[in-house]
Nanobody, 126 residues
C-alpha cells in the first residue's frame, strides 16, 4: 500500500510560482512512476506532468511546457512540481498518482494509476 500526500497549494496571483510536493512513506517509492493530474470545476481530470521511476524520463502537457518542472528525490520519497509563471487557467485541484512500473517509463492516463493522493488546491487570480 502506498499513501501519497500532496502539499504546497495555495492562492497566488498570475505570474507567481508555487512548488507542489507529493510525499509517501512507502519504502518501495522508487519502483513507482509518478504523475501529476489536475481537475478544474466542471472539467475532466487531465494529465499535467509525469516522471519515471528513476527520474530519467519526463513528459508534460503542452500548455505547461517551459513553465512547470517535475522532479523527484527518491532518497526522501518525494516528487515535486515546480510551477512558474502561473496563469488563471492553471487553477485546479492538483493530484499526484503512482503506478508501479517494470520499465523506466512514464504514464499519462489516470486509469493506469494504482494510488492517488487527496489533492491540493491551486488558485491563480488574474
Amino acid at each position: 500500500q502506498v499513501q501519497l500526500v500532496e502539499s504546497g497549494g495555495g492562492l497566488v496571483q498570475a505570474g507567481d510560482s508555487l512548488r507542489l510536493s507529493c510525499a509517501t512513506s512507502g519504502r518501495t517509492f522508487s519502483i513507482y512512476a509518478i504523475t501529476w493530474f489536475r481537475q478544474a470545476p466542471g472539467k475532466e481530470r487531465e494529465f499535467v506532468a509525469a516522471i519515471s521511476r528513476s527520474g530519467g524520463s519526463t513528459q508534460y502537457l503542452d500548455s505547461v511546457k517551459g513553465r512547470f518542472t517535475i522532479s523527484r528525490d527518491n532518497t526522501v520519497n518525494t516528487v515535486y512540481l515546480q510551477m512558474n509563471s502561473l496563469k488563471p487557467d492553471d487553477t485546479a485541484v492538483y493530484y499526484c498518482a503512482a503506478a508501479r512500473r517494470y520499465t523506466d517509463g512514464v504514464f499519462t492516463s489516470p486509469v493506469i494509476a494504482d494510488y492517488w493522493g487527496q489533492g491540493t488546491q491551486v488558485t491563480v487570480s488574474s
